[in-house]
């Protein structure tokens, strides 16, 4: 089945840095890569997703970077804000119904 | 338009006693999902309902966990007996999707989930 592998763990940066969250998968079937942002407390919401027929997807200051021949995509955030600080997780598309599998999780800390 | 609402946002039981959470999707959503989310790891899905109807419980613990959604929209999860493993935040998603296969996808949107302790 599908594995979503997510790097790094922890990521501190400062206030107006870049923020990159890189994640690779197993299976060359998946065709969706969403990422989630999940604040303490709350469940995970979607930020921004790509489908394996586009190579890149910008929203204002996140983008999203998929290599279907390498099988990893990532994230970029720009210009980052204290209110960035959040848990992010990726996902793939996997098995037999296409479901969802997340990667364990990357904790942003924006400093100010 | 209102989110996905769950219910209770807090439960702490002793191992061996039984639990419920409830799962209100967001209307018009036709396929609900439930998580289970370990601390500090991703959510791993435990079932997935399109309608009424289970699409994959695969992943679901079966001699200890089941769920329903009566009439195609609110949902329950059970655990019964609950085991000190069974620790997590348990979440509810819903999304407009009707799959068609693997090739289609329209975004989860989640509740805040159900904090479950076992103790």
């Known amino acids: 089945g599908e594995n979503v592998e997510q790097h790094p763990s922890t990521l501190s940066v400062q206030e107006g840095d870049s923020a990159v969250i890189k994640c690779t998968y197993s299976?060359?079937?998946?065709?969706?890569f969403p990422w989630y942002k999940q604040e303490l407390g709350k469940g995970p919401q979607l930020i921004i997703d790509i489908r394996s027929n586009v190579g890149e997807k910008k929203d204002q200051r996140i983008a999203v970077t998929l290599n279907k021949t390498a099988k990893h995509f990532s994230l970029h955030i720009t210009e980052t804000q204290p209110e960035d600080s959040a848990v992010y997780f990726c996902?793939?598309?996997?098995?037999?119904?296409?479901?969802?599998?997340f990667g364990k999780g990357t904790k942003l800390s924006v400093k100010p | 338009e209102a989110g996905v609402a769950q219910s209770p946002r807090y439960k702490i039981i002793e191992k061996r006693q039984s639990v419920a959470f409830w799962c209100n999707p967001i209307s018009g959503h036709a396929t609900l999902y439930w998580y289970q989310q370990i601390l500090g790891q991703g959510p791993k899905l435990l079932i997935q309902f399109q309608n009424n109807g289970v699409v994959d419980d695969s992943q679901l613990p079966k001699d200890r966990f089941s769920a329903e959604r009566l009439k195609g929209v609110d949902s329950t999860l059970k655990i019964q007996p609950a085991k000190l493993e069974d620790s997590a935040v348990y979440l509810c998603?819903?999304?407009?999707?009707?799959?068609?296969?693997?090739?289609?996808?329209?975004?989860?949107?989640f509740g805040n989930g159900t904090r479950l302790t076992v103790t």
């Open positions: 996902a793939a598309s996997g098995g037999s119904q296409g479901n969802l599998i």
């Open positions: 998603a819903s999304s407009l999707g009707l799959r068609q296969g693997p090739h289609y996808n329209s975004p989860l949107h």
């Open positions: 299976d060359s079937a998946s065709n969706y």
